[in-house]
T-cell receptor, first 113, second 112 residues
């Protein structure tokens, strides 16, 4: 796997609590992405980043925020977790030298009870 | 907006037979197309991509894909399936904002 680490790998949290997921890369890639994977929906883009402090919303951004204060770290925060945010979350990275592929982390399985 | 369709939720094939996993796309401009594979409890692994050039693209693990511009298709193929190829396969397109749009996935089962 490319140098991408997601933490935690598994988390159970209660409805209404804030949760932060971390994505750390060692590839110095410019682009970083957060996706969620749900049965029947494939992967849906939550937020993405083009560089430090340069982020934007994806198709399912409601209830999520992100921050990227360093090239290597991209944080996803669920401001007040809901059961509908129970999912598997994937971070991905991609370079900016042409249309290169994305590399994925191992995923974080989040359960909101 | 860019979109990707994978018309089959499930594909079953006998070991040793050829396999095809279908993908069609809708993009504005040049299509940058990708195939990924996901094994249980793992992240997505890159298999191959089409950027430009030859319509037949070769990738990892003996997989290849055929780009067909007139049919807006990018089907994944393998001449002889292995049981270990059983997994979830995703087709994706990179859009003009450098984001990746994924299809819903196709589950491939290779039967011994």
């Amino acid at each position: 796997d490319a140098g991408i680490t997601q933490s935690p790998r598994h988390k159970v949290t209660e409805t209404g609590t804030p949760v932060t997921l971390r994505c750390h890369q060692t590839e110095n890639h410019r682009y970083m992405y957060w996706y969620r994977q749900d049965p029947g929906h494939g992967l849906r883009l939550i937020h993405y980043s083009y560089g430090v402090k340069d982020t934007d919303k994806g198709e399912v951004s409601d209830g999520y925020s992100v921050s990227r204060s360093k090239t290597e770290d991209f944080l996803l925060t669920l401001e007040s977790a809901t059961s509908s945010q129970t999912s598997v979350y994937f971070c991905a990275i991609s370079g900016d030298r042409g249309p290169t592929e994305a590399f994925f982390g191992q995923g974080t399985r989040l359960t909101v009870v | 907006a860019q979109s990707v369709a994978q018309p089959e939720d499930q594909v079953n094939v006998a070991e040793g037979n050829p396999l095809t996993v279908k993908c069609t796309y809708s993009v504005s401009g040049n299509p940058y197309l990708f195939w990924y594979v996901q094994y249980p409890n793992r992240g997505l692994q890159f298999l191959l991509k089409y950027i430009t050039g030859d319509n037949l693209v070769k990738g990892s693990y003996g997989f290849e894909a055929e780009f067909n511009k007139s049919q807006t298709s990018f089907h994944l193929k393998k001449p002889s399936a292995l049981v270990s190829d059983s997994a979830l396969y995703f087709c994706a397109v990179r859009d003009n904002r450098q984001n990746f749009v994924f299809g819903p996935g196709t589950r491939l089962s290779v039967l011994p």
